[in-house]
C-alpha cells in the first residue's frame, strides 16, 4: 500500500474506535523527504487515500487536490525535533480532552503508561494551527510518545504509524482509567521506585514483544 492508503486506513482505525469523530484530528506519516497528512475538512471515518495530501518539510503542497489540515505546523514541528518520529496522530477522543480540561498532567497510576514515557504533560492552550500551539506540544512531548492538549485534546507520535495509532489507543485507555479511578476515590500513583523497577523487569523479560519459546530459557 502507498502511504495515503496507510494514513488513510488509520485515520479509519482511529474514528472505528472512537478517538476521531468528524473531521475533528489529523494523521500523519513520514514518507522520506515529504509527509503524507489527512486534508483539512475530510470526515476522519471515510477517509480515502485522495483525502490524504503530501506536503514537504516546510508545509509546501507537492500532491494532493485538498488543503492539508490547519495543524500541519505541529506535525511539521514535531518530525523536525524528533528524527525518529515517523507518524504523528492528532485526536479529540472524549477521555483524553476530558482530563486536558482539567489535569496539569496524567500521572501514572499503572505500569502500562511507561510506555508512553512517564507522566503524560498537559500542553497549555493555544488556539487551534497557531504556532504556539505547535509550540507548547512539541515541548509536552520532550521524552515522551503522547501529549495532551489543554482544553483540546491529544497527540501521540511513533516510530511506525502503527505505534503512534497504538500510543494514541493506550493514551486514551489511561485517561479514562483515570476518571474511573478518581471516582472511586483518591488515586494511588505509582512512585519513582516502582515506575524503576517496571522499566527494569522490562528490560529483563523483553515484555512487550513476542518471544521465541527457547528465549526464556
Do not use: I
Not at 68 to 76: A, D, I
Not at 117 to 140: C, Q
Not at 142 to 169: F, P, Y
Not at 171 to 195: C, Y
Amino acid at each position: 500500500m502507498s502511504a495515503r492508503d496507510d494514513v488513510a486506513e488509520a485515520a479509519r482505525r482511529l474514528a472505528a474506535k472512537g478517538l476521531l469523530v468528524g473531521t475533528a484530528g489529523n494523521v500523519s506519516m513520514r514518507v522520506r523527504d515529504l509527509v503524507a497528512v489527512t486534508a483539512s475538512g475530510v470526515v476522519l471515518a471515510d477517509c480515502r487515500p485522495h483525502d490524504v495530501v503530501l506536503v514537504d518539510h516546510d508545509g509546501t503542497l507537492v500532491d494532493g487536490g485538498l488543503v492539508p489540515t490547519s495543524e500541519v505546523g505541529l506535525h511539521l514541528g514535531v518530525y523536525a525535533d524528533r528524527r525518529e518520529v515517523a507518524a504523528v496522530v492528532h485526536t479529540h477522543a472524549p477521555w483524553s480532552t476530558a482530563v486536558a480540561c482539567v489535569l496539569d498532567e496524567l500521572p501514572v497510576l499503572h505500569y502500562q503508561q511507561l510506555t508512553l514515557g512517564g507522566a503524560v504533560r498537559v500542553a497549555p492552550y493555544a488556539t487551534f494551527g497557531s504556532p504556539e500551539l505547535a509550540g507548547h506540544v512539541r515541548a509536552a512531548l520532550d521524552g515522551r510518545q503522547a501529549a495532551l492538549m489543554g482544553n483540546h485534546g491529544s497527540v501521540a507520535v511513533g516510530t511506525t504509524l502503527d505505534q503512534a495509532v497504538e500510543h494514541a489507543v493506550l493514551l486514551e485507555w489511561l485517561a479514562a482509567l483515570h476518571h474511573r479511578a478518581s471516582a472511586l476515590g483518591t488515586p494511588r500513583v505509582l512512585t519513582e521506585a516502582e515506575q524503576e523497577a517496571v522499566v527494569l523487569a522490562t528490560v529483563e523479560r523483553g515484555y512487550g514483544r513476542p518471544r521465541q519459546q527457547e528465549e526464556q530459557r
